[in-house]
DNA sequence: GTAACTGCAAAACTTTTGCAACCAG
DNA sequence: CTGGTTGCAAAAGTTTTGCAGTTAC
């Protein structure tokens, strides 16, 4: 649903326009690298390396800015499985990580964790309602110790 | 299957020392602290705090050292669930976390993320092992928009 | 013009590290 | 004794804050 995937100049900018967000040089252009290519998880330091090798200017404040807003605006999720590091995930689709301990990457899996029969058991309250279900998934490789 | 739920001097330190860890005046201390009344959910500052409110003279960093140690050796759980912020949970137990975003609060709910059908589904390969499942479902009141 | 946004530097936090002093077995 | 532990201070690392200057409309 919230997917900026235009090549023309003007799709990106109308599309963040329509979440309420200035079309900034910043931002469309954190926006058009963020929708290259495939689905990935990256660090906001790997955001700002990635947009000063693509040429784009822009403070590491402002990489943090904009990926907070692009996560409340639904066009990023974020993902934390260690403490002290916040991932940016492009894929805001369902979907579950599994994280490989030993190599500390982060992988999707696709199925819904919304979907999940054991949510019906939670018996939250009429008050509340589920905004996100995160499923993480630690795996290591088998006998290798080190 | 681990856990020091004695109330004599001896319990504890042989308990620990069946862990491979010595049985020094802090460990001990915050052994007896954590097991004391039902399961929580603490931060580092939180023991650092209740130790210290109990007269128990330890360092920060010895803290951390214990907490990982007692990680290590199955008598807590981390969760991370915010980027800064390591939970250490004293129900090391299989259940799931329910996160209140409005308040911060963690809490348990008592079903086992290992036995999900979706973890059948996932195959990971023959050489990697599942070696723990979290569950973060996230809630939010209803409306109450602050 | 004006409110929204960016950039810079510094601050705020949590967690880790290095190393000397200390303690359990 | 001797290696495992602790404590202190300082460092490391990520994320936030305050505010002046800039930009979008």
Avoid: C
């Avoid at 599309?15 to 900034?24: D, I, K, W």
């Avoid at 910043?26 to 990256?42: F, K």
């Avoid at 390396?49 to 040429?55: H, S």
């Amino acid at each position: 649903m919230a997917s900026i995937s235009e090549h023309e100049s003007d799709g990106v900018r109308e599309h963040l326009r329509e979440l309420g967000l200035r079309p900034t040089r910043q931002r469309v252009a954190l926006a058009r690298l963020l929708t290259a290519g495939g689905h990935r998880h990256l660090s906001a330091e790997d955001v700002y390396a990635e947009a000063r090798q693509a040429g784009i200017r822009l403070a590491y404040t402002t990489v943090y800015n904009i990926l907070h807003q692009f996560t409340a605006a639904g066009l990023l999720r974020e993902v934390v499985v260690e403490s002290g590091r916040t991932w940016f995930d492009t894929n805001t689709g369902p979907h579950l990580h599994v994280l490989d301990e030993d190599s500390g990457r982060l992988q999707d899996f696709a199925i819904d964790p919304k979907s999940l029969p054991l949510l019906k058991d939670l018996n939250l309250g009429d008050d509340v309602e589920i905004a996100d279900v995160e499923v993480v998934v630690r795996v290591r490789r088998r006998s290798a110790d080190k």
